[in-house]
């Protein structure tokens, strides 16, 4: 391990350091204009990764399927990086009367760019379901298909097709570990891989242009209006991938102003200074989030129908796409 994390270091310390001369993005040409070969995004097989996902059961940090589920995230993202291109960064939390294991998983791709990018997902799920319509099932935990299982099928399946077509910039993908521990109303105990993670960087001056982060995007129905902290701390970032997805003709990301949401984007731009949106499910008819706004989060969010019925692999092919096409025609 302290081999691999010390040629892990070096690939990015001597990578990740960014040019003051760049901007997050320059890129004022559409697709059709630029011209570049954009590899195929698979939804079903972003499904499957899900599916994947659920077959080790609640991810929960200290449970079976998170210590089962971490060693195969650990182990596909090697496949795909290869060894020496992925690190577990483990740690540990005093929780409600426990202590957590719990550990971030971070790949990089095209090691040898010096200009990268971040994406990330949280993988961990619930311990428990507040909002389910049974109350006996309430301290039971989630299977989590759309609230941590979508992203981080996106981002592996992101993974599979960078493993064959070597992206144009340095790509670093952060599964990160406790971002839904919290009880409701209790800040400190959520974001804990993104909070670990931005006052311990595993390569000091580590500094991507952007980065963006994936929650809920497999939901049926979803829609993406712009979420308002990324609006306020990545602008720019924000306006091309809404201005890609409205280029690709998908109408879900919505060019309206959705939510304050509170995530692990939230950390990154405030406690390690990176640009950083969300791209995350809001419903116009669901559960209460924030009283000030008209959006909500779905019917299933922090209930147990927040399972594989409820995913729609046509949302995640076109989240998909968007980021290939910023990938790999917009930097």
């Known amino acids: 391990m302290l081999k691999l994390f010390a040629v892990f270091s070096i690939v990015i310390f001597l990578t990740g350091c960014r040019s003051e001369e760049k901007t997050a993005l320059d890129s004022d040409l559409d697709f059709e204009e630029r011209g570049r070969e954009v590899p195929s995004f ?20 200290n449970s079976e399927g998170h210590r089962n589920a971490a060693a195969w995230f650990t182990e596909t993202l090697r496949e795909y990086a290869g060894r020496n291109a992925v690190f577990v960064q483990r740690f540990e939390h005093q929780g409600y009367e426990e202590v957590l294991e719990l550990q971030n998983i971070i790949a990089a791709f095209n090691p040898t760019a010096t200009d990268r990018i971040l ?19 309430r301290d039971e935990p989630l299977m989590g ?12 399946e992101l993974a599979r097709i960078m493993a064959e077509n070597p992206p144009p910039v340095g790509v670093d993908i952060i599964l990160f570990d406790g971002e839904d521990y919290g009880k ?11 909070r670990y993670w931005s006052a311990n960087p595993p390569v000091p001056g580590y500094s991507p242009r952007f980065g963006i982060l994936l929650d809920m995007v497999g939901g049926e129905g979803a829609l993406f209006p712009r979420e308002l902290f990324s609006t306020r701390y990545a602008p720019t970032v924000q306006n091309e991938v809404w201005r890609i997805a409205a280029e690709l003709g998908f109408e879900r990301f919505l060019d309206e102003p959705g939510m304050f949401v509170q995530d692990d984007h939230v950390i990154l731009n405030q406690e390690y200074g990176l640009p950083t949106i969300n791209i995350i499910h809001q419903s ?3 559960i209460q989030f924030d009283p000030n706004s008209q959006w ?23 989240v998909g796409e968007v980021l290939l096409e910023l990938i790999y025609n917009r930097l």
């Open 42 to 61: 698979s939804g079903d097989s972003a499904f499957s990764f899900v599916e994947a996902q659920l077959a080790f059961g609640p991810r929960n940090p």
């Open 119 to 137: 994406l990330s997902a949280h993988w961990d799920t619930r311990p428990r379901a507040e909002h389910d319509e049974d109350p006996d099932r």
């Open 145 to 156: 298909a759309d609230d941590g299982a979508s992203g981080v099928a996106v981002l592996l």
């Open 184 to 194: 409701e109303g209790d800040l400190s105990n959520y974001f804990l891989g993104s």
């Open 284 to 286: 116009r008819d669901g």
């Open 296 to 318: 909500t989060f779905p019917p299933y969010w922090h209930t147990h129908q927040d399972d594989i019925d409820i995913i729609d692999q046509q949302v995640m092919q076109e």
